[in-house]
């Protein structure tokens, strides 16, 4: 097996850890923002996160933090990222969760035409063909996703062009050290938590504050093992195969929620898996080749 194909088996392996624990982050903030406010979730999960970085980030001093490598970009991922956690929270509470991660299912499609547009890869024939077969999984998801009603769909859309962002710029940015991106994401994340706080702040019980700050401490890993994922293989790789989050969101929501998505919802899904898929087919040829 060549370097490159290890490479690429190593991102997708972290980039499926990531991705269940993901999984089981979004059937636990779905859990809580039936009773907190998004606000709530993004102060305690990001405290968390930013005391288990503390160590990481005491090791590699304050240089790396305080000049980190264009900070233009950092800034434009910080804010993808920041904004996409908010979306998807709101997203959550307002839609079943397998409906909500259906819509996070296109982020490979976006990432297609994003590293075409912005990052100058290629975009081959049978490429776009792969594209163009994505976003009709997309119709046909968003016609079964508006009867949950426009608010939900329109938050979801957008929280799945964000992520595609952040994660473009991930990519971008795999040079800089994972201690020094998921610090910034998180204390982004706490900051925008401490401003939106005093509009909704309810009483949190010590048992539910544990379960927030667990939030916290598995979304900072799952974020690292993306960050190192995308370091190690090109995003097309190992993106789609954050199609799992469907099966664990259909799963979880079944059993946790007593949640069954519509059979239009499954449908795009299935379509938009398949192309993703051909995506990542045709990358792992390319990347046999060289």
């Given at each position: 097996m060549s370097h490159t194909a290890n490479r690429n088996l190593a991102g997708i392996l972290l980039m499926s850890v990531a991705v269940l624990g993901f999984s089981l982050n979004d059937v636990l903030g779905k859990w809580l923002v039936a009773t907190y406010a998004v606000a709530?979730?993004?102060v305690l999960r990001s405290i968390a996160a930013l005391l288990v970085l503390a160590p990481m980030i005491a090791r590699e001093g304050a240089v790396p933090l305080l000049r980190p490598p264009r900070p233009r970009l950092q800034m434009v991922r910080i804010a993808c990222g920041t904004l996409e956690v908010t979306a998807f929270y709101w997203a959550v509470s307002m839609m079943p969760l397998a409906d909500t991660m259906a819509f996070w299912m296109a982020t490979p499609i976006f990432v297609a035409i994003g590293s075409a547009v912005l990052l100058g890869e290629r975009l081959e024939r049978k490429r776009?063909?792969?594209v163009v077969l994505g976003f009709v999984g997309v119709v046909v998801a968003l016609g079964a996703g508006l009867d949950n009603g426009l608010l939900p769909t329109l938050v979801a859309i957008g929280g799945t062009v964000l992520y595609s962002g952040y994660l473009l710029a991930t990519r971008e940015l795999r040079g800089t050290s994972a201690?020094?991106?998921?610090?910034?994401?998180m204390g982004a994340a706490l900051v925008l938590g401490l401003v939106l706080a005093p509009f909704g702040w309810v009483p949190v019980t010590w048992l539910d504050a544990g379960l927030l700050m667990l939030l916290g401490v598995v979304g900072v890993a799952a974020h690292l093992a993306v960050t190192r994922s995308l370091a190690l293989a090109p995003a097309p790789v190992v993106?789609?195969?954050q199609y799992a989050m469907i099966l664990w969101a259909i799963l979880f929501g079944w059993l946790v929620f007593d949640e069954v998505p519509e059979p239009g919802m499954l449908a795009g899904v299935a379509i938009i898996i398949?192309?993703?898929?051909?995506l990542t087919r045709?990358?792992?040829k390319v990347a046999r080749r060289t």
């Open positions: 709530q979730v993004l776009f063909a792969a201690t020094v991106l998921a610090t910034y994401q993106v789609p195969w398949g192309a993703g898929f051909w045709l990358e792992l």
